[in-house]
């Protein structure tokens, strides 16, 4: 009997630890993680779907063409208020803004995703998870900040961590919140022919 033949492999283009994580959950661990180095300033007047589906497309772009032969995926996320599209946080302050606008409101996290497969093929995908914080105080707000886990996080925070409660609500993909949205991510590369 022969042996399956081997497929290729696949490219996480993130840094992220969540995604990578993400993936392994589902049994599909990435072979490669390279991260691509990519601005991720809003450009003027650029709507926060726009901009997510920009930024997974420009990171597939700048990753694919070094594994031709694999299946490369990408993904970035948008935490928008309205039209207004929230930090990745890398400051005390950055964090308690984004907490504050956050708090006893609902807000959007927008995944973009994007794949190539090793025929060339490529595909994208947008997933909107909508979030609902209680009102926090401002003792709640430092206690969250003083925990460092906002760091680099879009919006300031972290769903999987100690934010979960401050989370009275999510409608869609638990998962486009934490980093990835495993069933279109899944659904993509599926359709590509990974396997």
Same mark, same amino acid.
């Given at each position: 009997?022969?042996?399956?033949?081997?497929?290729?492999?696949?490219?996480?283009?993130?840094?992220?630890?969540? $995604? $990578?994580?993400?993936?392994?959950?589902?049994?599909?661990?990435?072979?490669?993680?390279?991260?691509?180095?990519?601005?991720?300033?809003?450009?003027?007047?650029? #709507?926060?779907?726009?901009?997510?589906?920009?930024?997974?497309?420009?990171?597939?772009?700048?990753?694919?063409?070094?594994?031709?032969?694999?299946?490369?995926?990408?993904?970035?996320?948008?935490?928008?208020?309205?039209?207004?599209?929230?930090?990745?946080?890398?400051?005390?302050?950055?964090?308690?803004?984004? #907490?504050?606008?956050?708090?006893?409101?609902?807000?959007?996290?927008?995944?973009?995703?994007?794949?190539?497969?090793?025929?060339?093929?490529?595909?994208? $995908? #947008?997933?909107?998870?909508?979030?609902?914080?209680?009102?926090?105080?401002?003792?709640?707000?430092?206690?969250?900040?003083?925990?460092?886990?906002?760091?680099?996080?879009?919006?300031?925070?972290?769903?999987?961590?100690?934010?979960?409660?401050?989370?009275?609500?999510?409608?869609?993909?638990?998962?486009?919140?934490?980093?990835?949205?495993?069933?279109?991510?899944?659904?993509?590369?599926?359709?590509?022919?990974?396997?």
């Amino acid at each position: 009997m022969a042996a399956a033949p081997r497929r290729a492999p696949l490219v996480l283009a993130s840094a992220s630890a969540r $995604r $990578r994580e993400l993936l392994a959950q589902v049994g599909w661990p990435p072979d490669t993680i390279e991260a691509a180095d990519v601005d991720e300033t809003p450009i003027e007047r650029e #709507l926060p779907a726009a901009l997510a589906i920009r930024l997974a497309v420009a990171k597939l772009d700048a990753i694919a063409p070094r594994h031709p032969d694999a299946f490369v995926l990408a993904a970035d996320t948008v935490v928008a208020l309205g039209r207004r599209v929230l930090p990745k946080a890398e400051t005390r302050n950055e964090a308690h803004d984004c #907490l504050s606008r956050l708090s006893g409101r609902r807000h959007r996290v927008i995944g973009g995703i994007a794949a190539r497969g090793p025929d060339g093929t490529r595909r994208q $995908r #947008l997933v909107t998870t909508v979030v609902a914080f209680k009102r926090m105080t401002e003792a709640e707000i430092e206690g969250y900040i003083d925990s460092g886990e906002w760091q680099g996080k879009a919006g300031g925070y972290a769903v999987q961590g100690r934010a979960a409660a401050y989370v009275t609500q999510i409608r869609g993909s638990y998962s486009n919140v934490v980093g990835l949205a495993l069933a279109e991510a899944y659904a993509l590369l599926y359709g590509l022919g990974f396997r």
